[in-house]
């Protein structure tokens, strides 16, 4: 219990400092611009912010919110997106830790890390999309298009050690079925479904089916269940209507992280009250 602890704990303070750098990506990949270089900076005074300022959440909160030379305010968002940045890591830790901690040998252990690091990845990268697509209604590419060959070395990696080919093929079927549904929505209705969401749609699939049919297909439903109910809300409260833009990238990362956590359980469950199970 202590040692599966202290991993959830480890996640979650990675999960700070990644969080730190997706508010750099935020900021600057929607525009253009590189996010190693140059070192972050207050946009009022130019100071270069210090090392010691620049500790995840501590250092937000020793300095009241507020830039150290100009006094400028500081956005409380930056702090939040860390917290919430390690909150989620730790629940990818501890819905993939636990085969980790289990593993019999050593190459058990390499798989559950593999498929651990790519999850990871996955939360990280749907943080930093979610989070431009509500600021700009956009998913670049420089963070969409990479994630299929990160994600695709990694599961490769995991099937190979693992033997399980099988979940490789489920996830290349998945990568074609939802990639390949989101296109057709967007050729069949133009202007309802970007080709950021088409894009995006592809990896998604690929790492869902991988984990199996139930997380790919409360994934998929779950990104309309979730996005159209935004919608309803909005236009039942006046601040849309039909045919208004609304982002819907942060819900289909939304509804695939629901498959990722309980897809499985909620199709095993489905299927029983059909009497299918």
């Not at 997706?22 to 900021?27: A, C, Q």
């Not at 990696?157 to 693992?162: E, M, R």
């Not at 994934?219 to 819907?248: C, D, E, N, Q, Y």
């Amino acid at each position: 219990m202590t040692a599966a602890l202290m991993i959830v704990g480890f996640g979650a303070v990675i999960g700070l400092a990644v969080g730190s750098f997706l508010n750099v990506v935020v900021y600057r990949v929607p525009a253009g611009l590189s996010v190693v270089a140059p070192a972050s900076a207050c946009p009022r005074c130019g100071h270069e912010i210090r090392v010691r300022d620049n500790v995840p959440v501590v250092s937000w909160l020793l300095l009241r919110g507020r830039c150290r030379d100009c006094a400028t305010p500081i956005s409380a968002r930056y702090p939040l997106v860390e917290l919430a940045t390690a909150l989620l890591f730790a629940l990818v830790v501890l819905r993939f830790g636990p085969a980790l901690s289990v593993a019999q040998d050593g190459l058990a252990a390499a798989v559950a890390s593999i498929e651990l690091v790519a999850m990871l990845y996955l939360m990280a990268i749907s943080i930093a999309l979610a989070l431009i697509d509500l600021d700009v209604h956009r998913l670049p590419n420089a963070l969409v298009l990479p994630a299929y060959p990160v994600i695709a070395v990694l599961l490769v990696g995991a099937a190979a050690l693992g033997g399980d080919w099988g979940a490789l093929v489920r996830g290349a079927i998945g990568l074609v079925v939802l990639g390949g549904g989101y296109l057709v929505l967007a050729v069949l209705v133009p202007g309802g479904m970007g080709l950021g969401d088409v894009k995006l749609a592809g990896v998604l699939g690929l790492a869902l089916a991988y984990l199996g049919w139930g997380p790919l297909a409360v994934g998929a439903f779950g990104a309309f269940l979730l996005g159209g109910t935004f919608a309803i809300g909005l236009m039942v409260a006046g601040r849309a209507k039909r045919g208004s833009g609304i982002p819907f990238g942060p819900w289909m990362l939304g509804g695939a992280w629901l498959g990722v956590f309980f897809g499985q359980p909620l199709l095993d469950g489905y299927l029983r009250i059909i009497g299918l199970a």
